[in-house]
């Protein structure tokens, strides 16, 4: 975990972010926001196997951190930035020590203070990027491939977690149904596409727990009823497939509208931030958006680019741990399971 030190005169911050598939560097300046950044996508190197495949993707993180991160250093002619942040979990493994591993070496190297960040808090704080920032406090739907999320915000570091998903996350779940439709890795933005050309109505597909108390999320039993829908069919066509596709995500974002309207029902918010790769689907927004207009409340979502994995979520965040006093040591920290309240 991070050490409390005395607060340090920190300007700018280099992140580097290598949780997963994609390998991010960003320098985020405390006055002129993101100077520079990079993101290397993995995607064409895990589409072959349907699927991120850990061990390659820790040697392409290799293969590609620190030329990425020379380039932004030479694109801005900084020499040594003032600390560097970098992903410590959740994550997989072998990826985390590489970002964490080349992060805490060169912070040594400069002289310069180092911070393990968590990947849930660079999405969390990935909408004060923007030039319409929420203030605090706010609920957050953190929704993506691995994770999803309803948290209290009170402020940066005092999170509630409010409900998550028992099972499959809503991202997993729509690349897992996208795999079955047939379509290209990674699926999720695939099989939205797909869903413009479904009919409304086609199928009705269940809204899971909404029909109890709560806000946790189930959504396994959606990828189920989508096989079940699609073997019904003998030779299903394009039409049938856009169907399915749309009543899925009909499903998802309903689901996901519901919870939210009651998140902030439960905790008399009016400001809303949705985050992570599914943050990006257009009928999300849209729904979203709606609600909260409904609710007289406001709802704040990253720019695509910062709805997935960034390394300039990772700077900014690193900033606001650095320039509170945080930093870490000497040693190299990467959990793999890293529960967000443990911050």
């Not at 405390?30 to 290397?40: K, P, T, Y």
């Not at 379509?183 to 029909?211: E, S």
């Not at 189930?218 to 019904?232: E, I």
């Amino acid at each position: 975990m991070t050490n409390a030190s005395s607060k340090r005169q920190i300007s700018l911050v280099l992140g580097i972010e290598t949780s997963c598939d994609e390998t991010g560097v960003a320098l985020y300046h405390c006055s002129e926001g993101i100077v520079a950044e990079q993101l290397h996508s993995q995607a064409d190197l895990h589409s072959q196997y349907g699927g991120v495949v850990p061990e390659l993707a820790s040697r392409d993180h290799i293969c590609r951190l620190i030329p990425l991160v020379r380039r932004i250093m030479n694109e801005t002619g900084v020499t040594q930035p003032d600390a560097v942040a970098y992903t410590a979990g959740p994550g997989l493994i072998g990826a985390l020590h590489v970002g964490a591993a080349v992060g805490r070496s060169m912070a040594f190297g400069w002289g310069v203070p180092a911070v393990g960040i968590h990947h849930l808090e660079g999405h969390l704080l990935a909408p004060m990027l923007e030039d319409n920032a929420p203030d605090f406090p706010f609920v957050a739907l953190l929704v993506s491939g691995g994770h999803t999320l309803l948290i209290d915000v009170i402020r940066v570091g005092e999170y509630t977690l409010l409900g998550e998903s028992l099972d499959d996350a809503a991202g997993e779940a729509f690349d897992k149904t996208a795999k079955l439709l047939g379509l290209p890795y990674p699926g999720g933005a695939f099989l939205a596409n797909l869903a413009r050309d479904g009919r409304a109505g086609q199928y009705h597909f269940p809204r899971p727990m909404i029909d109890r108390p709560g806000l946790d999320f189930s959504f396994s039993g959606l990828k189920t009823y989508a096989l079940n829908t699609l073997h019904k069919l003998e030779n299903a066509s394009y039409d049938d497939q856009a169907d399915i596709a749309r009543a899925f995500e009909d499903a998802v974002v309903e689901t996901l509208t519901v919870k939210c309207r009651r998140a902030l029902a439960q905790t008399g918010r009016n400001r809303l931030v949705i985050a992570g790769g599914v943050s990006a689907n257009q009928r999300l927004r849209e729904d979203l958006t709606r609600m909260a207009n409904e609710q007289s409340a406001k709802v704040f979502f990253p720019r695509p680019a910062y709805c997935t994995d960034n390394g300039a979520m990772i700077a900014y965040a690193g900033y606001r741990r650095l320039a509170a006093g945080e930093s870490d040591g000497l040693d190299i920290r990467a959990f793999p399971r890293w529960p967000l309240a443990q911050i």
